[in-house]
């Protein structure tokens, strides 16, 4: 380590290989990392930036939130340790106190609830999936570099609404860089073919049809709550959503009538 040390602030550090296989911005890196990091001043101008005070300040915030995360790890895998060992009993006291707060609807609420979860755990995250599979084959016949990587980073990104176009997107740009513009081309045909399939029919089936919502709906439930809760509010969003509908339709339908449909 510290021969390491000496040879940094001597030499600086070389460009590492791996910057050249980087599927994109490989240039841009190393040039970056020769401009800052390979050449004798770059040893003690990052030392200099790196004082005391700045070490130490890192180190604390770092061992604070690896702290934190180990803490709340814990007391979930307890909570749930309870939750499943009582499953039973916390589930007939939920709905003793849905029926008492919400009436005899309480309980169609709790299950209209956990079916919204159940489907857009279905139409997000494995619709999403599969759209970055399709897609990944997609990438590895037009000769994108790295298809699986970015087959990977689009099916992570089709489990948000309209996040998947930025991955097929870039896709297409590494391509036309390269001077491949009708394999780019093909590329951005098959990606919006592939997600107007999945966001225009896959999806509202399957979280439309569970929940009873119409995909619009949905869309704002999901947006909503990513807005408000963060990566949970993928799925608290669209059961908020549907629990709110629900009551509105119980509200506004009149006694003796049809159960009304859809809002749109």
């Known amino acids: 380590m510290l021969t390491w040390a000496r040879s940094f602030e001597r030499t600086g550090l070389p460009v590492p290989e791996v910057l050249a296989h980087l599927p994109f911005g490989a240039a841009q890196a190393a040039a970056w990392w020769k401009a800052n990091l390979s050449h004798s001043e770059a040893g ?117 609404p309209f996040g998947a176009p930025l991955v097929f997107g870039v896709a297409a740009l590494i391509l036309a860089a390269a001077g491949a513009l009708v394999p780019a081309a093909i590329v951005v045909a098959a990606g919006l073919a592939v997600t107007f399939v999945a966001d225009h029919f896959v999806r509202p089936a399957l979280i439309g049809g569970t929940t009873r919502l119409p995909f619009l709906w949905v869309l704002l439930g999901i947006l909503g709550g990513v807005e408000s809760f963060g990566l949970l509010g993928l799925f608290l969003g669209p059961a908020v959503m549907a629990a709110l509908v629900l009551l509105w339709r119980e509200f506004v339908e009149a006694p003796g009538d049809a159960e009304t449909g859809p809002i749109t």
């Open 44 to 160: 003690p101008a990052l030392l200099h930036r790196l004082d005391n005070s700045t070490l130490i300040g890192l180190s604390r915030s770092l061992g604070t939130q690896i702290v934190r995360r180990v803490v709340q790890f814990g007391f979930t895998l307890l909570a749930l340790f309870f939750l499943f060992r009582d499953g039973r009993a916390v589930t007939a006291q939920a709905r003793i106190a849905s029926k008492r707060l919400f009436g005899p609807r309480g309980e169609r609420v709790a299950r209209q609830m956990a079916a919204s979860v159940h489907g857009t755990v279905d139409g997000l995250v494995l619709v999403g999936l599969g759209e970055g599979f399709v897609l990944g084959i997609v990438y590895f016949a037009t000769g994108v570099p790295h298809p699986v990587l970015l087959g990977a980073l689009t099916g992570i990104a089709a489990m948000i």
